[in-house]
C-alpha cells in the first residue's frame, strides 16, 4: 500500500532532550516535507526536500534541523525541544516539486514539557 | 508565508443538509486541491482540480475551480455524520527557481449533528 508513515505517533518529552521523528515513504517521490499544525494557524510548512542530500527551509524552521540521506526517508530533529514547540507534526510527499498532489502521514503528537 | 483564505472557518450542521465552502487566492492557480483531515489523522486528498471551470466529483463531494483561477469551491451533499473533519484547500504558489510551494488554506471545521 503507498503510504507516508511517522514514528512516533505520540511523545511526550522534556525541555532540552534531543529528539527525532521519523518519516518514510514507499511511492518513489523526490519531494519530502514537514509541516507543523497548531490551532487556528493551519499547517505551516518547517522544511522540505526536492530530494536527496536537497533541503531547505520552510516558513517556520528555527529549533529544527532535517537530513535526506536516502530518498525514502526524512526524519525531523529537534536538538534541544522547546514547549513552543508543542505541536501536531505531519510529513508528507510528492511525486516531484512540479507535481501537486501530496500526500500525507499519520501524524505525530508531541508535547515538550 | 502564504495563505489561502478560506471560509467559513466553522459550520454546524444538521445531518442531511448541503454543506459548502470556499477557497480564495491573491494569485492565480494551475492546480486545486481539496483535503479532509479527520480527527487525530493527517490529511486525506479529496478532490484535485487542473482547468479554469472544471467542475469534478467524488462521491457527494463535488468541487469546483474558479472561471478566475483565484477561487475554488467544495461542495458536500447530504452530509452525514462521518463527513466530520476540517476540509483544506490548497493551491501551489510557483517558486523562481522553478517548482511549487503547496500553500494550505485555514481549514474549515465541520460538524454534523444527528
Known amino acids: 500500500e503507498a503510504q507516508v508513515t511517522q514514528n512516533p505517533r505520540y511523545l511526550i518529552t522534556v525541555t532540552g532532550k534531543k529528539l527525532t521523528v521519523t518519516c518514510s515513504q514507499n511511492?518513489?517521490?523526490?519531494?519530502m516535507s514537514w509541516y507543523r499544525q497548531d490551532p487556528g494557524l493551519g499547517l505551516r510548512q518547517i522544511y522540505y526536500s526536492m530530494n536527496v542530500e536537497v533541503t531547505d527551509k520552510g516558513d517556520v524552521p528555527e529549533g529544527y534541523k532535517v537530513s535526506r540521506k536516502e530518498k525514502r526517508n526524512f526524519p525531523l530533529i529537534l536538538e534541544s525541544p522547546s514547549p513552543n514547540q508543542t505541536s501536531l507534526y505531519f510529513c508528507?510527499?510528492?511525486?516531484?516539486?512540479?507535481?501537486?498532489?501530496?500526500?500525507f502521514g499519520p501524524g505525530t503528537r508531541l508535547t515538550v514539557l | 508565508g502564504q495563505q489561502l483564505n478560506q471560509s467559513p472557518q466553522s459550520m454546524f450542521i444538521q445531518e442531511g443538509e448541503d454543506v459548502s465552502m470556499n477557497c480564495t487566492s491573491s494569485s492565480i492557480f494551475n492546480t486545486w486541491l481539496w483535503y479532509k483531515q479527520d480527527p487525530g489523522e493527517g490529511p486525506v486528498l479529496l478532490i484535485a482540480?487542473?482547468?479554469?471551470?472544471e467542475l469534478t466529483s467524488n462521491g457527494r463531494l463535488t468541487a469546483q475551480f474558479g472561471i478566475t483561477r483565484k477561487d475554488s469551491f467544495l461542495n458536500i451533499s447530504a452530509s452525514i455524520p462521518s463527513d466530520v473533519g476540517i476540509y483544506f484547500c490548497a493551491g501551489p504558489f510557483i517558486l523562481t527557481g522553478g517548482g511549487n510551494k503547496l500553500t494550505f488554506g485555514t481549514g474549515t471545521q465541520l460538524k454534523v449533528e444527528l
Open positions: 482540480l487542473y482547468k479554469a471551470g
Open positions: 508528507a510527499s510528492r511525486f516531484s516539486v512540479s507535481y501537486n498532489e501530496q500526500f
Open positions: 511511492m518513489n517521490h523526490e519531494y
